[in-house]
């Protein structure tokens, strides 16, 4: 590895990994010789047969073609990129990052791998074995979601401390965990790509289940577009909103802006806002909440705690 590369910040998500301990690059990696000790912050020559998984590694499956090309690669290029360790006695270390780097080596029939060893404990262990999670291209909406709310629950993170580690407003992270809401169904079917992110965000927008799960059917079936389904989903708002025509009032001007008001904060807040207001301007705006963890989500958002 060549000074230039060594010194090199990475960028973007990257960056947010790296940054989980502090000072990780306060002074560049020294590649030193393998020996019984490491200090922290060096590369080493490590074998195989001293380096255990991560137990806190989200990602449980590998394609198997994948691996092999990988394995191939290395037999011709040696390893170009080191994975990332911890050291926890003289003779054992513990994968942090570069499993499928790891698991290939072992297939390419290597004694020894470059391993970068870096200090952390098992929070920082799971926190960055989540966080490269996410940075791979190829993970769907669902098992994004699912990173989060680990994130959120195992490592006692805020939405705002969550989106600075991952690189992404709160917004984002929000969108993306509301999808956890959706029926079981319509959460497999965006696993398997029946469905994209976009349309599962305007299915959520409708209350009813039965009418989630109806939409859910129709886009499957009919290959709608995301256009189509938010045109779908608005005309389902309307009708439960039509009041019935022999009560039917006079609307006063307020009430459309207030309809806006309202769709613009449930879709901020992830959850249904009910906002009502009187002609005089005045009137009140409810939150609701189903469980301690949705309240503390919400005055999260509001940085009340």
């Known amino acids: 590895m060549s000074d230039n590369s060594a010194k090199k910040k990475p960028s973007g998500l990257g960056r947010g990994l790296n940054a989980l301990i502090t000072g990780s690059y306060d002074r560049k990696p020294e590649t030193v010789p393998s020996t019984t000790l490491h200090a922290v912050n060096t590369i080493a020559d490590i074998s195989l047969t001293q380096i255990e998984t991560n137990p806190f590694q989200p990602r449980t499956h590998f394609d198997q073609v994948a691996l092999e090309e990988l394995a191939e690669s290395i037999r011709i290029q040696g390893i170009i990129q080191p994975i990332t360790v911890r050291q926890l006695s003289a003779e054992a270390y513990q994968l942090i990052s570069g499993e499928r780097r790891y698991q290939a080596a072992k297939l390419a029939g ?13 929070q920082q262990m799971l926190e960055m074995a989540l966080i490269e999670n996410i940075q791979r291209e190829n993970l769907n909406a669902i098992e994004i979601a699912l990173s989060y709310q680990r994130l959120l629950s195992e490592c006692s993170l805020k939405q705002e401390e969550l989106g600075e580690r991952v690189g992404k407003k709160r917004t984002t992270v929000t969108n993306y965990l509301r999808l956890l809401k959706l029926p079981p169904d ?3 079917g965006i696993r398997d790509n029946l469905i994209s992110m976009g349309h599962a965000r305007a299915i959520i927008n409708i209350d009813d289940v039965d ?52 769709s613009r904060l449930s879709s901020y807040f992830g959850t249904r806002i009910h906002v009502k207001a009187s002609p005089e301007g005045k009137g009140e705006i409810k939150i609701p909440f189903v469980s301690v963890d949705e309240l503390n989500r919400i005055l999260e958002i509001l940085n009340y705690a």
Do not use: F, G, M
Request: aromatic content about 2%; hydrophobic content about 35%.
């Open 110 to 122: 290597l004694d020894t791998i470059p391993a970068y060893i870096r200090k952390a404990d098992d």
């Open 186 to 188: 319509i959460q497999i």
């Open 211 to 262: 009418k989630q799960l109806e939409v859910y059917r129709k886009i499957v079936n009919e290959e709608l577009s995301v256009r189509k389904v938010e045109e779908l989903v608005r005309n389902i708002s309307l009708q439960n909103k039509k009041p019935d025509p022999q009560t039917k009032l006079d609307l006063h001007p307020l009430e459309n802006e207030v309809k806006r008001v309202e």
